[in-house]
């Protein structure tokens, strides 16, 4: 115990010697000047309460960015905006339940697990409370009677995918997986698949531990040396495979799924080829925004068809404008 | 099962105090040891890949399979330890996210030298440890449950408080800090041999293993292990301090999560807080291929990087190999039962002909 508290005391002791100049959060303080200005509502309707449910995991960066343009949406919206999540279907439909119960005016659910979704759904409608389905499951949306669909077709995405490596002459593209098993995730390869000429395989990996995704992507370019290209569904992971490409010594070209500073930071310095973007913020904000215009004038978008936020392929020539955007999460 | 454990070690310890006066030839010393079942299965996944998978005897891809390796031994050989302490821990794979965003969050926030960071982390990660060491033995309840609660406590403290402090759920990049380029060299720095690219985590493993075989079997805090893990109550009743041993040994694993969560930092530089569940496993799983006997009282440092060695090599063989990655998990699963199974027929070979 003694000896804790020496080293206590000793760590304390470098921390307040040893400041950093460069970097950290003085840094960005002083970038923070011209930060997006804080939400004041902009309309006089009722202060509704709108509920957003998804089926994210602990800690999901995307979840995060999607939230964000919620809440933004709902500031000016003068909304209420409640948020929970569940990466099981049967909690997800339970916490749904608990908010129709709750009779908030307005839900936002994604419908990952279309079947375990589909009673609740079917029960906000009797109660009379609009739903509008995000991000996943535009198939199953209309016909459970949501308002409309936003999001991005996985497979459209993947179609985006395959034309741009195709566009890029590429021959043999690898398709990591981070979570097996997961619908959204198969599409999208799939997706890419179809409209690839070249071959593509996919790769499964642990996406909880980084560095079993940085040793088997390595480890699959050992084993395949004409492998040009590879895709990560997620930010995180493309810097992961950036790393075992080095290691590796592989040519290939790494391009990733979603945004963030360090993907934004690596199409700048051409680490990375290209990501494909489907605005998660664009999801939450239009979500909440579409509810308020249904409450106060009963307008929908879409007619009937899902209102696509994406693929958009980001590239080199967009990231200088990017960076402020992905640094502060909202793209 | 208290009761009966004085009366059960007796059957163990003078028998092997015996052996020690006897001449025994190193062949069926060596046959004795707890890891011999784990390197026999190891020599036989060695063989295996190198039949089926045409790039898995490429140099570069041993330093690819070492790192894997590494990565879970690090954090297997203090696992091991404690599980021939006779405890599980539960936390192991969440503490190691936990203490790289200590670090990188305080350097960040404080704007200090990353190496500030560095330390308040491994003290925060050391009081977890002796957290869960002192309520294991204050409540005496299971480690099981006790390490649950801190898995899970670590896993929403973890999310939670990166979201508070950072506002999104990653922390942001400290790439660009003081002292960020001196602790990469310490925690994640790489070099080449010839045409074996080695990461540094291989180097930490190894003085890990080392420093963990000496003290098991060099020095007194060794046989408190083995005593501790044998029978806790006969342990205590020739004078082992029992509680000191095990807030020693989880004091050890939250060393090692500290020296992997540096790694992880300083290696990706930006960490997600929702990292690192269900990893405990995987070392739990790598100790016990190692020889370590999930009832305590047996197994060895060297086992278990031999057993985080199998783990290493089977979940990249399968990718080197190019098999069909939808049945990639059961590959896996299938190629650790049979180098577990492996192991015991031989351990139990071994002790036949004693």
């Known amino acids: 115990m003694r000896a804790l508290g020496a080293v206590l005391a000793a760590a304390l002791g470098t921390s307040l010697a040893g400041c950093s100049s460069t970097g950290g959060k003085r840094a960005e303080e002083a970038r923070e000047a011209a930060r997006n200005a804080t939400g004041k509502a902009a309309v006089t309707t009722p202060r509704w309460t709108f509920a957003m449910i998804t089926h994210s995991g602990d800690g999901d960066t995307f979840w995060d960015i999607v939230q964000s343009g919620a809440k933004q949406a709902a500031d000016k919206d003068n909304i209420n905006f409640l948020y929970a999540h569940s990466d099981e279907g049967q909690q997800q439909a339970q916490l749904v339940d608990s908010y129709i119960t709750k009779k908030v005016d307005g839900l936002v659910v994604t419908l990952a697990k279309p079947d375990a979704m589909k009673d609740v759904v079917a029960k906000a409608r009797r109660a009379g409370i609009p739903v509008i389905t995000v991000n996943s499951g535009s198939e199953a949306s209309r016909a459970y009677g949501a308002l409309t669909h936003i999001g991005q077709d996985e497979t459209i995405a993947g179609e985006a995918v395959g034309d741009e490596l195709e566009r890029r002459g590429k021959k043999r593209a690898l398709c990591v997986i981070h979570e097996q098993g997961n619908v959204g995730h198969e599409q999208r390869c799939a997706g890419a698949k179809k409209t690839f000429a070249g071959q593509l395989q996919n790769l499964y990996v642990d996406g909880t531990s980084m560095p079993d995704v940085l040793a088997s992507i390595e480890a699959k370019l050992q084993a395949d040396r004409s492998i040009d290209s590879v895709v990560t569904l997620g930010a995180p992971f493309a810097d992961a495979a950036a790393q075992a490409k080095r290691s590796a010594e592989s040519k290939a070209e790494i391009d990733t799924f979603d945004l963030n500073p360090k993907v934004v930071s690596g199409l700048k310095d051409g680490t990375l080829g290209f990501a494909v973007d489907q605005q998660p913020y664009l999801q939450g904000y239009q979500a909440i925004d579409l509810l308020w215009l249904y409450r106060y004038n009963a307008d929908v978008l879409g007619g009937g068809r899902p209102v696509l936020t994406g693929p958009q392929i980001v590239t080199e020539k967009d990231a200088a404008e990017l960076e402020r955007y992905t640094e502060r999460g909202t793209r | ?354």
């Open chain 2, 1 to 354: 099962m208290s009761a009966t454990a004085p009366p059960a070690t007796p059957d163990k310890a003078p028998s092997a105090a015996d052996e020690r006066l006897l001449r025994v030839s190193p062949l069926r010393r060596l046959m004795g040891r707890p890891e011999l079942g784990s390197v026999v299965g190891a020599v036989a996944v060695f063989l295996f890949f190198s039949v089926v998978a045409d790039s898995f005897l490429q140099a570069s891809s041993f330093s690819t399979v070492l790192y894997a390796a590494s990565t879970i031994g690090i954090m297997a050989v203090p696992v091991a330890l404690l599980m021939i302490g006779g405890e599980f821990d539960l936390s192991a794979g969440v503490l190691v996210t936990s203490s790289a965003l200590i670090s990188s969050m305080f350097s960040y926030q404080m704007t200090a030298n990353v190496w500030a960071g560095v330390g308040v982390s491994l003290l925060v990660t050391l009081t977890v440890g002796v957290f869960n060491g002192f309520m294991l033995t204050r409540t005496k309840l299971p480690s099981f449950i006790i390490t649950l609660g801190t898995f899970l406590m670590l896993t929403g403290l973890n999310l939670g408080f990166t979201k508070l402090i950072s506002g999104t759920v990653s922390t942001k990049s400290i790439s660009d800090m003081e002292g960020f380029a001196s602790a990469k060299e310490v925690f994640a720095s790489e070099w080449t041999v010839g045409d074996v690219t080695l990461k540094v985590t291989v180097l930490w493993w190894f003085v890990l293993i080392a420093l963990a075989t000496w003290i098991l079997l060099r020095t007194r805090f060794g046989n408190w292990i083995f005593a501790v893990g044998g029978g806790a109550d006969a342990a205590r009743a020739v004078g082992v301090p029992v509680q000191r041993t095990k807030i020693g040994l989880y004091m050890g694993v939250a060393f090692a999560a500290w020296v992997s969560g540096q790694h992880l930092l300083f290696s990706f530089d930006v960490v997600q807080s929702g990292e690192g569940v269900g990893n405990e496993l995987t070392y739990i799983i790598a100790a016990v291929i190692g020889g370590c006997l999930i009832t305590g009282g047996y197994g060895s440092a060297i086992g278990s990087a031999i057993g985080a060695f199998i783990f290493g090599m089977t979940s990249k063989g399968i990718v080197y190999a190019e098999w069909n990655p939808d049945w990639f998990k059961f590959f896996l699963g299938a190629m650790l039962l049979l180098a577990t199974l492996l192991n015991a027929w031989v351990r139990k070979r071994a002790e036949a002909t004693r």
